[in-house]
Structure formats: structure tokens, C-alpha cells
């Protein structure tokens, strides 16, 4: 009998501090270890087209590639997570992150930054993307899920807010490479946290999850059975047979379009263009990330307590009618109103990540973590739409104008994808697993 055995079969005492909170800690540092990098092209957009001559367009193609991979590698991720554990799938990760934001510093040729930014790092912070938290949500926590994916949520804003103002100091006092190193040493920083203290499940410390009815069993799940690969495209390939899939894959696109793939990455060019310093545009930025903490985490409460569908179309509703605003405010200083739009868009930031987990775990059950990888998956499509997009927009046309108004209106039809959202009771949702690991019977209309 091997240690970990010895553990489920015989649980241990609960310390005083569950240890699922430990876990979530880990989790949310590792975030911000990412969010390291997702801070990084805002600020040195400008800074490579100055050096290099590329075009913003040529930038915004990296950026895109990263967007892909960021999304198509979270269902992946989450199968691999449940084959290999989350412990040696995060440290990998982390090392990707850390590798592809160093190596930048030496490139010559644009196809460089788009294999480092693009490829490598796409990869590892695909693996460190929501489908983690929807993982360890899911294993750790029954009591306080929806709080506690609201606050592991808001840790990437969390880092933008830490990262931005740092990065933008260090790319005009001392070069965009001294940014990159930054970024590079943030990830590898907390690798030894998760190793410590990052664990796969309750059951191998002989445990429940937090907030489990008293006498639950501590025994551990089996794992699925089957590969890593053919158990995210078989959960795909079911997933995709229910209308509430397409709709929540629809209307999260449209969420990484206007957040990480327009704000994210064009704010600060934008606002440059208009006379506005870079680091006062990036401090701007950092702000969506003071009141995205705040914004994400209350509708993580409320998603325990209010209707999924009703919290995320009046999140696209207000996103949408506040882009329409967004070119009308743009000068060469900071001044009232865009404040009001930076608090506003700041707590709506990823304010529908708690409910769209909450809808896919309604309607999928038990492999919930992998649908909403691919849910996920579609919001960074998204989002490398819009990089790439607004990129040859104000390539083109000289002004980001469109791209706002463009953003805006499919907001407004992805809160109408929200409403239109039905999904069963979680007892009648729960997938059945297959020999091969797939899911069978998620919910359908």
C-alpha cells in the first residue's frame, strides 16, 4: 500500500485552516505570476514598433497567435490536469511563460517574437487560463465556490494592476527588454509555491472538499482512462451536440473580443494617439485592474445567490453601451469621464467569468472544467480576432473609432445569447462518463 493510499483510506484530522485555502492562494499567486505577460504587449507595442519598424498590425499578429493558443490550449490543459495532476502541469507552464518572455530580448526578425509570444507562451499561459480555475474550484470547494472562483478571477487583474505600472516604468527608464526580464523572472518565482503547496485533489491528503456534507468518503475519483487529447476532443464532440454550449461559446467570444483582445492590447496605442503619455494610458489600464478585483469577486457572490443568465446579459448590455462612449473620451490627459469609464469597465473586466462557469457546470456536470476550456477557447478566439483586427483598423484608417463601435454592438448581441440560455438542473446535467474518459448526456436541447 503506497503512502497516498495509506492517506485516502485513513483521513486525517481537518486542520483548523482547510487546506483547500492554501490551494486557492497557491492558485491565485500563480495567476498573477501569468498575468505577468498578459500586461506585457499593451506596453511594448509602441516601444517594438519604434525599435523594429514593424507595423502595429505585424505586433498585433503575435499578440493574436498568443490569443489562440492561450484559449486552445486550456481544454487540453484541463485533461492533462486530470491525467497528470495540476502540480507538475502548472510548473511546466510556468517555465513555458518564463522561456518565451526572456528569449524576446535577443530576436532580430518578427517571426521571433511570434514564436516566443505567440507559440511558447501562448502555451504555457493556456494552461494557467480560467480552466484552471474552473478545476480547482471544482475539486476543493462546495461551500464558497462561486466567491472563490470570483476571487481567483480577479487574480489576473490583480497582476495587470501589480505588472503594468512596473513594466511601463521599466520600458522608458531602462528599455522594453528590462520588462521582458521582469516578466520572465515574475513566473519563475512562484514555481516553488506550487510545488509546495499546490495539491492535486482533497483525497491525497485523506481530506473532502471544503464545505462537503459530513461523512463524505475521502476516496479518491478514478481517473479517466482515457488520453489526454481524446478526452478534451470527445468532451468537445458531445458539448458541441447542445444549444447551451454554442451559446456560451458565442457570447464569451464576444467577451475576449472586448477585454483582452481590443482594452487588453489597444488602449494604450490608442490613447497615445490621441497625446496621451504611455505610462499615464498604462496607469489607466492598471485601474481596470483595481476595479476588476473588486467587480470580479462581487459577482462571484453573486453568482451563489442570482440567476447566471440575468448577471451576464446585463454585463454585455452596460460593456456594450459604455464602448459606444469610449472614442468620444480619448485626449491628451486624464480628466473626469474617462475615469468613469475606466471604474465602469474595470468592474465589469471578467465580471461574466463566475456566472459562465457557473452555467457550464449547470449543464455539463463533473467535466464542466473541460467544457469551459473550450467555452475559454472561443473567448481567446475572440480576443485574437480583435487584436489583430483593431491592429489593421488603425493600420488602415489611422484611428481605432470603428473597432469600438464594432465591439460594442456585439455586446449587445451577446447579452442576447445570455438570455436565450436554458440549461437543466445539475442532477439531471451530470455527464456520464465512457471507457475512454468522454463525456455522454450533457444537457441538450
Known sequence: MTLTDRAVDAPSQTPRLHPAWWVAVVTFLTIIGAAGFRSTPGVLMTPLHDEFGWPMGVIGGAVSVNLVLFGLAAPFSAALMERLGIQRVIAVALGLVSLGSLLPIWMTQSWQLVLCWGIVVGMGTGAMSMGLVATVTGRWFVARRGLVTGILTAAGATGQLIFLPVLAWLAEHHGWRSAAIATAAAALTVVPLVLWKLHDRPSVLGLTAYGSPAGTPAARPPRPTGRPVQLAVGTLRDAARTKVFWLLVGSFAVCGMSTNGLVGTHFIPAAHDHGMPTTTAAGLLALVGVFDVAGTVFSGWLTDRVDARILLAAYYTLRGASLFLLPSLFSDHMHVNMLAFILFYGLDWVATVPPTIALCR??????????????????????????????????????????????????????????????????????????????????AE
Not at 372 to 401: E, I, K, M, N, P
Open 362 to 443: 449547470s449543464a455539463f456536470g463533473e467535466r464542466a472544467p473541460i467544457v469551459f476550456g473550450w467555452v475559454f477557447a472561443s473567448h481567446q478566439l475572440g480576443a485574437a480576432v480583435a487584436a489583430l483586427g483593431a491592429g489593421l483598423v488603425r493600420d488602415q484608417l489611422g484611428t481605432y473609432d470603428l473597432a469600438w463601435y464594432v465591439a460594442a454592438v456585439l455586446c449587445l448581441m451577446a447579452a442576447a445569447m445570455c438570455v436565450a440560455i436554458r440549461t437543466a438542473r445539475p442532477a439531471e446535467a451530470s455527464p456520464q462518463r465512457t471507457d475512454s474518459g468522454v463525456v455522454e448526456g450533457a444537457a
